[in-house]
Each structure stands twice: as C-alpha cells, then as structure tokens.
C-alpha cells in the first residue's frame, strides 16, 4: 500500500514539475508585463480615453475603446471606478460598454499567460475578446440610444497604490502585489492539471468537449460561469483540456464566460447595472461565447 502511495505522489509530483516548467516563464512575463504597464503606462491610456472624447469617431469609437481595455492592467473593481470618472466627464456609455466588457475578459498578463496555449488560441482569444467588446458597445448604442446604461454612482475614483517616489521600488512593489493575487490560484491550477490528467479519462473528456462540437461549446460556455476563478489559473487546466480532446471553440467559449462571470466581476458589474441589466448582460455573454465557439469550430 505504501509502495502504490509513493508511486502516486513522484508520478504526481513528476507531472507537476513538468506542468510549472512549461507555464512559469509565461506567468512570469505576464506579472512583470502587467506591472509595468501598470506602472508606468496606465495614465497615457488614461489620456487616450480622455482623448477619444474630443474626436467624431461616432459608432467607431468603439474599436480603439475596446484595444483600450485590453491594455488596462487592472481587475474589474479597479476598471470600473475609472469608467466613472471617464462618465462624469461625458464619455458615452456605448464607449465604456466596448471599453469595460474587454476589459473584463483580457488584459496584457492574461494574453502573455495565454501564449502557452499555443498560437492559435492565443489569436482566438484576443479577436474573440476584441470583438466582444465592440459588439458590446454597439448593443448599447443602438439599444440604450436615447437612456444611460450604466449607474456609477456607487464608485469613486480608485486610491493610486503606486506613488513610492523611487520608480524602481514601485515597480517591485506591484510585481509582488501581482503575485500575491495570482500566486495561489496559478499553482492551484496546476495541481487539479494534473489530478486531472491522472484520474480523468481522456477519451471520456473527448467524446463530452470534442467530438459532439455543439453540445461541448455548449457545456465549456456553461461550466465556465462556476468554475473560473484566476485566469492564471485556468491556463494550466486549458492546456491539459485541449491535449485531451476539447475542441478550440469550446476551449474559446470557455474563455469568454469564465472572466466575464468570474464571481468578483460580477459583483463590480451588478452594482453599475442593476438587477435587470445584469441579467441582460449574463445573457449577452454566454450568447457571445456560444456562438463564438460554434463559429470557430466550423472554421477550423
């Protein structure tokens, strides 16, 4: 019995070394990325929202809105204080809408985490994500025209936490505080990796998440919603998931439901939209992600 538990635990542990070679230097690159940006790049994106304000762009504004949010580095309770002060200033609500929802599902440390997935993936994440937010601002416009969409009032501008006067010292600073929010969840999801590649059949994950393509992008859109917690997390368990069968579409419905109903972005999002609006924009997510899936499943 003992010498069947030993077994266990070095397979175990083999495939969790193998798992962390393979996705630390992208989770690595992702922090330092992330926290420069967030550094020393976050006012001039700032500026070129503000910017966007004093420029007809009309319906097109949408495309640089939601690049815009692409490039923010920082999770939805700190986006979202922001789009407030860019309302308070007068920016239209179908621009925030484009800027806010993909800035919910991408942001330069989840895109360099994704590398490890792959090309492909990588490109489909950040057109799916890309687009999705400009579908969104443009539902807002044609749909909440003439009436305002988003209720800020519960927000106030985010506290700057990255004001030590030595530059270098605030940019170690936010990489440890990168860290510290993505540390555990990025081993987390190494480990159920690689409990699942040890005790999860790969034929069985196949015929649910690969071959009956329609049900399993419906399925990878669904499960989605409980089951993201960290995209730092999530990406060890894609890995593992597309070696074992899931089809890319499903793979990619599952990236837009689960940053979009990660449970602290929802509760952000709620308060700005209230009861019935959320549920539209519940509604508007997992639609996107199922047809997104489809679509990228009869493609490739």
Not at 100 to 128: D, E, K, W
Not at 143 to 170: C, H, I, Q, V
Not at 220 to 240: D, F, K
Not at 288 to 297: C, K, Q, R
Request: hydrophobic residues 55%; glycine residues 8%.
């Amino acid at each position: 019995m003992i010498d069947v538990l030993n077994r266990e635990f070095i397979y175990l542990w083999y495939y969790f070394t193998v798992m962390l070679e393979q996705i630390a230097p992208y989770w690595t690159f992702g922090i330092v990325i992330g926290s420069v940006i967030s550094v020393f790049g976050k006012e001039k994106i700032h500026k070129l929202l503000v910017a966007m304000q004093n420029k007809k762009l009309g319906a097109f504004g949408v495309v640089p809105a939601s690049l815009l949010g692409i490039a923010t580095p920082l999770c939805m309770y700190g986006t979202i204080p922001i789009a407030a002060s860019f309302s308070q200033k007068g920016m239209r609500d179908d621009w925030l809408a484009a800027f806010m929802m993909s800035s919910i599902l991408l942001n330069p440390q989840l895109l360099i985490y994704s590398a490890a997935l792959g090309r492909t993936v990588l490109i489909i994440r950040f057109v799916s994500c890309f687009i999705c937010g400009i579908v969104a601002g443009l539902c807002i416009r044609f749909f909440y025209w003439d009436k305002g969409f988003f209720d800020f009032s519960s927000f106030a501008e985010p506290t700057n936490r990255d004001t030590d006067p030595n530059m270098l010292l605030r940019l170690l600073k936010n990489i440890f505080r990168n860290i510290k929010a993505t540390g555990v969840y990025f081993l987390l999801g190494i480990v159920l990796s690689v409990l699942f590649q040890r005790y999860v059949p790969a034929d069985a994950f196949a015929s649910l998440f690969g071959n009956q393509r329609g049900f399993g992008v419906l399925m990878a859109a669904t499960i989605g919603v409980p089951l993201y917690v960290c995209g730092g997390g999530t990406i060890p368990l894609l890995m593992e998931w597309l070696q074992s069968g899931m089809s890319i579409g499903a793979a990619a419905a599952f990236m837009i439901t689960g940053p979009a109903t990660k449970i602290t972005n929802l509760g952000a999002v709620k308060i700005v939209l209230g009861i019935r609006r959320f549920v539209l924009y519940l509604l508007y997510t997992v639609s996107f992600a199922f047809i997104t899936g489809l679509l990228i499943d009869l493609w490739i």
